[in-house]
């Protein structure tokens, strides 16, 4: 009797365990979010911006726009033996001016994180998976001041230019706002195309009539995109 619900117990387990391994492999794997991060070699990206210095020192205030484009040029290994992108930055001033090349950084992506190399500083831009609320040291790998990034709005649509992203991701890098000083920087990256906007403001301000006295604020627009 004994050995008979020993049987009993043993096929019961097996069932449940089969159907347990059925259930788990209709699974959905889970996105990770590595299409907001989508370059690859002979990919590019043009972008409008529009920049404003204000210089303290010499009172002035300078205005510059033109376009940028970023080309994914070829894929290198780099120190730590991982696969890394060459990202030339090409600027034109005006429409009737040339290309010029201005710098060259590059960009790595990993299983846990995207990273730019900007003026020989590693900068964590995304982190994986990507999660609403989730946050990071966007610093965490250079000697800069810890700075804090934070997703918002996943997944969610957005309008740039006409154009619409029907599924973007808001990276929240800094937000402040006293007296003598403000800060707003983020970004925006869309599934399959990449950073679609940046925004960078970090000025300071006369105490008393609250006018900017120096600092930068500049956007980037992306305007075209594609692989060569």
């Not at 992203?165 to 003598?180: A, C, E, H, M, R």
Request: contains cysteine; proline residues 2%.
């Amino acid at each position: 009797m004994k050995q008979l619900s020993l049987i009993i117990t043993g096929v019961v387990l097996c069932v449940f365990l089969c159907l347990s391994c059925k259930k788990d492999s209709t699974l959905t794997p889970q996105d990770m979010g590595y299409s907001f991060f989508p370059y690859r070699a002979g990919s590019y990206m043009i972008y409008n911006v529009d920049s404003t210095y204000y210089d303290d020192f010499h009172h002035s205030v300078n205005n510059h726009k033109f376009l940028l484009k970023e080309f994914f040029e070829s894929w290198f290994t780099d120190a730590q033996g991982r696969p890394c992108l060459r990202m030339e930055r090409w600027v034109k001033m005006s429409d009737s001016t040339d290309w010029f090349l201005r710098d060259v950084w590059y960009s790595c992506l990993t299983n846990s994180f995207a990273e730019r190399l900007e003026e020989n500083v590693r900068m964590t831009r995304l982190v994986f998976p990507v999660r609403t609320g989730y946050k990071w040291d966007g610093n965490a790998f250079n000697e800069n001041n810890a700075q804090i990034y934070k997703y918002d709005k996943v997944d969610k649509p957005y309008i740039l230019n006409s154009s619409l992203y029907d599924s973007t991701v808001k990276v929240n890098q800094k937000l402040s706002s006293n007296l003598v000083e403000e800060d707003n920087q983020y970004e925006i990256y869309a599934r399959h195309v990449g950073l679609i906007f940046k925004k960078y403001k970090s000025v300071k301000k006369d105490f008393v009539t609250g006018d900017i006295i120096s600092g930068v604020d500049y956007t980037w627009e992306l305007i075209d995109y594609g692989h060569n």
